[in-house]
C-alpha cells in the first residue's frame, strides 16, 4: 500500500485499526459506503509462542461509523480465528471495536452522545 493511500485510509478509519486489518473492499452505493476489513494473520497476544493455524474468520459484523461527505459510512469486519495445534482449542483477539449496546464504533457513539447528550 502506498504511503499517500495509507495516509488517507488511516484518517478515515477508526485509529489504529490499520495495523491489525487489511482493507479488502469498499462498496459506495444508495445506502452509503461500506469499507470491508479482514483482521491480519497476526496471533493474538498470549499465543505468540504458541502452534497457531488460522481457520478462517467468524461471521462478519457490520457498524456504522461516522459519515464520510455526508454519507453513511459501516465498516464490515471479519474477525479472524486460530486453532491452537497443541489441545484444538480455537482462539481470537479480544476486540473492542463496538460500542456495547449499539450497532456503532465506538469513536462515533462517543460523538453522537457528545452531541445530543
Do not use: H
Not at 464490515?76 to 489441545?87: F, G, L, Q
Amino acid at each position: 500500500m502506498n504511503d499517500n493511500y495509507q495516509t488517507l485510509i488511516s484518517l478515515l478509519l477508526p485509529e489504529g485499526i490499520l495495523e491489525y486489518f487489511d482493507v479488502i473492499n469498499t462498496v459506495s452505493d444508495k445506502n452509503g459506503l461500506s469499507i470491508y476489513l479482514d483482521e491480519k494473520n497476526i496471533p493474538p497476544e498470549g499465543y505468540k509462542t504458541e502452534d497457531l493455524e488460522s481457520k478462517g474468520f467468524f461471521a462478519e459484523i457490520r457498524v456504522q461509523d461516522f459519515p464520510i461527505r455526508g454519507r453513511k459510512a459501516y465498516l464490515c469486519i471479519r474477525r479472524r480465528r486460530w486453532e491452537v495445534k497443541t489441545d484444538k482449542t480455537i482462539v481470537s483477539r479480544d476486540w473492542k471495536l463496538v460500542q456495547t449496546g449499539t450497532r456503532m464504533t465506538k469513536e462515533f457513539a462517543a460523538f453522537l452522545k457528545g452531541i445530543f447528550g
